[in-house]
């Protein structure tokens, strides 16, 4: 007999395409970086490849005989030269007062990118990343997404099992990061459509974002105050829950 879950203690952010909406400058940087060096990518291969850390982005797309690490460095490199210059910073709209939100619920916050965390505190506002109990980048960890590694890094910082932990996602990689260490994950359709996001618990617009996650957190904790609960118990037409 399976097990009830155990409440949910934290939520854990991924950053580009939830936190910020930034995913249509990484594709220009990226496309632009590839195809400099012969290589041609579409928006859709890039966005299936969000979360990565960036030496798995370019094993993906380069062929076995250019994966040399000087030559990875040098088109990387030229590939965050453009980004810097174009990116111009956007909050997804709702979404870092909805964080501040379950802070105030005493839900332990995390932040969990591919990005280094050195870029993330460049990306993020001061003001904002100071309310995550722990932030993990892509030099956090030795795997990156879609290994497990960034979200059970998380909940260790956090003194969390990963069933503790909901994560809210936006792409097929960070899904199968979340999944694989053993968190729920409610996925985002900020970047991808629904069809690549069905690895995840739970799926909606961003729009529904704050009912559908406050529906989640619901269900294990019953004496939420009634304020806190969506003004429709319904999650919407555009929230999709995996079939069990």
């Not at 453009?82 to 909050?91: A, E, G, Q, S, V």
Request: charged share 25%.
């Amino acid at each position: 007999m399976r097990q009830p879950a155990p409440p949910f203690r934290a939520v854990l952010f991924d950053m580009d395409g939830i936190l910020i909406d930034s995913m249509p400058y990484h594709f220009f940087a990226w496309y632009e970086a590839l195809q400099k060096y012969g290589i041609t990518a579409n928006s859709q291969l890039i966005y299936e490849h969000e979360g990565e850390k960036w030496e798995d982005t370019l094993g993906a797309f380069l062929p076995a005989n250019k994966r040399d690490r000087r030559l990875m460095l040098k088109i990387f490199r030229y590939r965050q030269r453009i980004f810097r210059k174009i990116f111009r910073r956007h909050l997804m709209p709702g979404v870092p007062g909805l964080a501040a939100e379950l802070k105030k619920q005493n839900y332990a916050l995390g932040l969990v990118s591919g990005t280094p965390v050195r870029d993330i505190r460049r990306l993020i506002p001061a003001r904002l990343l100071k309310i995550f109990d722990c932030v993990i980048g892509g030099d956090s960890v030795a795997r990156g997404k879609p290994a497990p590694d960034p979200y059970l890094s998380c909940a260790a910082g956090l003194r969390l099992k990963p069933a503790e932990c909901l994560v809210i996602e936006n792409a097929p990689l960070g899904i199968a990061a979340a999944k694989s260490a053993g968190c729920r994950c409610l996925a985002v359709t900020t970047s991808l459509p629904e069809a690549y996001l069905r690895g995840a618990d739970r799926i909606c617009a961003l729009k529904d974002l704050r009912a559908v996650l406050f529906k989640l957190l619901c269900y294990n904790r019953p004496n939420l105050p009634e304020g806190l609960w969506p003004e429709s118990k319904r999650s919407g037409a555009s929230a999709t829950a995996k079939p069990e």
